[in-house]
């Protein structure tokens, strides 16, 4: 069984303060890690996912995770926000080799400020 | 076009009447998935297609939903005798298989009223 906690349903940042997004998980088998982001009247976004090698992912918009196994964790940070990166984001896990269905946590609403 | 497509992209019903969704994945993607997603949530995985056949339909909430992908390509999501708590909106995925890139169409949003 897998979960996601997403600490905070929202969070506010000043446009060009650093962004931090929470997320902890739960699997009984090693995980791939995923961070998604939904724009009002969109579809769900892929930002980056961890599956093997390097902890620290990179992703689209200047985005990045750390998976931390010890801390069972993968928060999301961008170091500078800009508006445009107001929006919904959401932590998901998967089971490699299981059919890979994606466990999503509740969602951070992210709101940038001018 | 590329992505996926889902159609309606809102669909109003009566509580009782029976309604179906349609998801048109990527072409080549042999892995298709359905989720739903109420207010304020995040999406919940309700069954997941590899080719025609149903893999896993674990998320299924009762046997009112049912799901086919007969070709391998198009799914219909069906759910019949609608009920108000099935108001939210219905997430298809595909993927070329499953242990690549899921890739979200924009949603169908039911309201049953």
């Known amino acids: 069984a897998q979960s996601v906690t997403q600490l905070g349903s929202h969070v506010s940042v000043s446009e060009g303060a650093l962004v931090l997004l929470r997320c902890n998980y739960s699997?009984?088998?090693?995980?791939?890690l995923f961070w998604y982001v939904q724009y009002p009247n969109q579809g769900l976004q892929l930002l980056l996912k961890y599956t093997t090698g390097a902890t620290l992912v990179k992703g689209i918009n200047g985005f990045e995770a750390e998976f931390k196994k010890s801390e069972t964790s993968f928060h999301l940070t961008k170091p500078s926000a800009h508006m445009s990166d107001a929006a919904e984001y959401f932590c998901?896990?998967?089971?490699?080799?299981?059919?890979?269905?994606?466990?999503f946590g509740g969602g951070t609403r992210l709101m940038v400020k001018p | 076009g590329a992505g996926v497509s889902q159609t309606p992209s809102n669909k109003v019903t009566e509580k009782g009447k029976y309604v179906e969704l349609r998801c048109d994945p990527i072409?080549?993607?042999?892995?298709l998935y359905w989720y739903r997603q109420s207010l304020g949530q995040g999406p919940e995985f309700l069954i997941y297609?590899?080719?025609?056949?149903?893999?896993?339909d674990s998320g299924l909430p009762n046997d009112r939903f049912f799901a086919v992908r007969p070709e391998g390509s198009v799914s219909t999501l069906k759910i019949q005798r609608t009920e108000r708590g099935d108001s939210a909106v219905y997430l298809c995925?595909?993927?070329?298989?499953?242990?690549?890139?899921?890739?979200f169409g924009p949603g169908t949003r039911l309201t049953v009223l």
């Open positions: 699997s009984s088998v090693p995980p791939y």
């Open positions: 072409s080549g993607h042999t892995a």
């Open positions: 297609f590899q080719g025609t056949g149903a893999a896993d």
């Open positions: 995925a595909s993927s070329i298989t499953s242990d690549n890139e899921q890739f």
């Open positions: 998901a896990v998967s089971a490699p080799n299981a059919g890979n269905m994606l466990t």
